[in-house]
């Protein structure tokens, strides 16, 4: 089973940007679809976004569009095992701990942001961001 792990989590002042990282311990092109997911203390578990591993297709929850970008990384000749979260203007109301996720899921596109869709967590990193 894949195993997946989080970096480059920290703390940010307002405005200020990071870039997460999930590696997959092994090929996860078998999953079609890997996301990240927040949790704030006392929040539920929100959905940031997910990528479609067979295109790239991107998918935003409504707090982020326009601030965030998922992407993927493809090594040469090989399928993708490693996803990037790029945070741009981050805000304090971002902060949380990010978790990556990978699934394989059937069905249409907006279940890419439904977190009970995927199988696989990986033990997340916290972003702080102050004022």
């Known amino acids: 089973q894949v195993q997946l792990v989080e970096s480059g989590g920290g703390s940010v002042q307002a405005g200020g940007s990071l870039r997460l990282s999930c590696v997959a311990s092994e090929n996860a092109y078998s999953y079609n679809y890997m996301g990240w997911f927040r949790q704030a203390p006392g929040k539920e578990r929100e959905a940031v976004a997910a990528?479609?591993?067979?295109?790239?297709?991107?998918?935003?929850?409504?707090p982020v569009k326009g601030r965030f970008t998922i992407s993927l990384y493809n090594a040469p000749n090989s399928a993708p095992n490693t996803v990037y979260l790029q945070m741009d203007s981050l805000q304090p109301e971002d902060t949380a701990v990010y978790y990556c996720?990978?699934?394989?899921?059937?069905?249409?596109?907006?279940?890419?942001?439904?977190?009970?869709?995927?199988?696989?967590w990986g033990q997340g990193t916290q972003v702080t961001v102050s004022s």
């Open positions: 990528i479609y591993t067979r295109d790239s297709s991107s998918y935003y929850g409504d």
């Open positions: 996720a990978a699934g394989k899921i059937l069905g249409p596109s907006r279940y890419a942001l439904l977190g009970e869709k995927y199988t696989i």
